[in-house]
């Protein structure tokens, strides 16, 4: 998980907020985590934006959601 979080805070228009909502999306299941690693490896240039829109677009994004009410 360090690895990645160095990795989240070296992309160019990176955030406290991204960094911490990429961390707790993908630590609730080590799919999403390799699901996310594999994006980021595929595209070195991705903003911000790109990898929350990215990760917005998986099956189990609303699961936490869903369960939480």
């Known amino acids: 998980m360090e690895n ?11 955030y406290y907020g991204f960094v911490v909502a990429v ?9 999403r985590f390799k699901v996310v690693d594999k994006f980021l490896r595929e595209h ?9 829109e990215f990760i917005s677009y998986q099956d189990d994004f609303y699961d936490d959601i869903t369960s939480a009410s």
Request: glycine content about 0%.
């Open 4 to 14: 990645l979080t160095i990795r989240l805070e070296a992309v160019e228009d990176s």
């Open 23 to 31: 961390l707790n999306y993908v630590k609730k299941k080590e799919s």
């Open 44 to 52: 070195p240039k991705a903003l911000s934006s790109d990898i929350l």
